[in-house]
């Protein structure tokens, strides 16, 4: 009972504000009262005598003292005041907690009533008188069903407060609906700790006890409280005559025996903590529920990674890699064409503080044999190996690439220059060079995460994690997730603007160094070669003409040679960086969206988890672990 109680107590404290308080009201209640009956004397069993008026509750309580204690007669109602008689020391604790004052508190001399006839003595001898009571604490209650006010409460208090009850009906009123409905039928759960006694059988002739007790179990069955026959735990239902003795040694001898057992006080706590398990159930146990699964996970961090553009920031600083790779290894004049388009475009450009200047539109657009930025159209698809290590080709090929970066993630343009359907995304180069064009300053806005999406991924990821849960542990995810994601698409900008800021500054592998001066000794060779093949000329016809313009068609075409089997080199390289900045990117959004909703989902998951198996323990059935 301890640990079930434990369990009970952290149940309540995983679900305060998760669960309605109506809802823990009464498991707080059983708490409470276990508390206090577990400080008090388990050696003692309190055992309430509780009928309708009429029923001769008095009159049993006094054949079972032993003495008139309470007083009975034809006045109704005859006990006001909940009456005590104790069978042995140390219960004093018990019957101020029910609230039973002093005057009221009797101690049982084990006798029997002088002149009650001979009936009576010989039943009370022949079924042991001197059965042993001590520690039977018995309360001879108010009637529930009397007309005076406060009665009813009096006893509806007390019977949430002692560890037995005996019901005692009369051949009138045993099949009365308010017994049934108000209390036997709501305390059915309590059915070894109670007692049914049908009083008065000396009213009844020949057989008609045995048929009322027949139709008694047949309605107490109907109640859905369990009967201790054969052996079985469950209800005793028995027959007595207060009067006559009739049976009264009967009921002493199972009153005994439930005494000794000292299992009272636990059996009445385990039935409350049943009662109490059983209306948490709805709001404890799930149907079908699966929790966070790996797939929904996947599935949110890929929703996340398209709202950012992981994919058009990879194309992005592919493009870029092969802009550097072009301005590192083409022509002397192809280099000095992109220098002097950066310096226009920086001159163009407002300067302010902190601003880096943008590349000019000229050059991410031209052919392939003379513009500086031109790129295949079949460059940007490619797998996640490669690496970008190596050196600069100088300071001056770097400028603007944030800018042209930044763009590109806006746009979500394509490796052929056309927009892709990434959200967040322009149209496509045309869109960008428009939007420049419109500003005339070349600045471009930063990115921005597609909110529509985050918000779709948030709703879903909630939805799936809650499903199947109870109505109010489903809400508290679903609130764990949308608190999480209030400022989660700003934290998505902040990340794809430090991604962007990361990746904007790739370097060249050392073939870039090698491929430029091969560039440079290219044109020293054309240059050679013609300041020779003029010499030969002006020498005159007997001069050797013929080497020095072989040379200097070596170097003449040996330039674009060079650039188109750099341009074949690079391709790899450029798709391994792109992959790797949509990776990186990826990872970024993915471990913001981790720490931001699927942390505080999973944690709420968790709690829910610990909840039900505080619940099963609670409840007794471990099975449902």
Known sequence: MRIRLDALRELVGLSRTRLDPGSLTEAGHVLEEAVARRRLSLDHTVVALAGASGSGKSTLFNALAGAPLSEAGVRRPTTSEPLACTWSEGADGLLDRLGVPPRLRRRSSDTYLPGSGPEYAAEQGASGGGHDLSGLVLVDLPDHDSAVPGHREQVDRLLELVDAVVWVVDPEKYADAVLHERYLRPLAAYDEVTFVVLNQTDRLPGDAADKVLDDLRRLLDEDGLALGEHGEPGAAVLGVSALTGDGVGELREQLARFTAGRG????????????????????????????????????????????????????????????????????????????????????????????????????????????????????????????????????????????????????????DGIGTDAPGAGTGAGARAGSEADTGTGAVPEPRTSRAVVEQAVRTVAGDAAAGL????????????????????????????????????????????????????????????????????????????????????????????????????????????????????????????????????????????????????????????
């Open 264 to 415: 009272a006080a636990e059996n009445r706590l385990a039935a409350d903590v049943d009662g109490a398990a059983a209306r948490l159930a709805p709001v404890c146990l799930a149907d079908g529920w699966t929790g966070l699964s790996a797939w929904t996970r996947e599935e949110f961090e890929s929703r996340l990674a398209e709202s950012v553009g992981a994919v058009a920031a990879g194309q992005a600083a592919e493009r870029e890699w092969q802009r550097q790779a072009e301005l590192a290894y083409g022509a002397p004049w192809v280099q000095l064409r992109g220098w002097l388009a950066r310096r226009r475009a920086a001159a163009a450009a407002p300067r302010e503080p902190g601003a880096e200047s943008g590349t000019a539109p000229g050059t991410e657009s031209g052919t392939e044999s003379g513009t500086a930025s031109a790129i295949p159209s079949g460059d940007t698809s490619g797998d996640t190996s490669g690496g970008e290590h190596g050196t600069d080709a100088g300071t001056g090929i770097r400028n603007g690439i944030r800018s042209d970066i930044r763009s590109d993630i806006r746009t979500g343009m394509g490796a």
């Open 470 to 625: 109870p109505d109010p542990w489903a809400r508290a995810v679903r609130d764990a997730a949308v608190r999480g994601a209030e400022r989660l698409p700003d934290a998505l900008d902040e990340v794809a603007a430090a991604r962007a800021a990361d990746s904007c500054r790739p370097t060249g592998p050392g073939w870039w160094a090698v491929a430029s001066v091969a560039q440079g000794l290219m044109l020293a060779l054309q240059a050679g070669a013609a300041v020779w093949l003029v010499m030969s000329v002006a020498a005159g016809p007997g001069a050797d003409w013929r080497t020095p313009a072989l040379l200097m068609a070596a170097g003449v075409a040996g330039g674009p040679v060079l650039a188109w089997a750099c341009r074949l080199a690079a391709r790899g390289p450029a798709r391994a960086y792109g992959q790797e900045a949509e990776r990186r990117l990826r990872d970024a959004a993915a471990a913001c969206g981790r720490s931001r909703v699927l942390e505080p989902v999973a944690a709420e998951l968790l709690r829910y988890r610990e909840a039900r198996i505080q619940y099963t323990v609670a409840a007794g059935d471990t099975a449902c672990v």
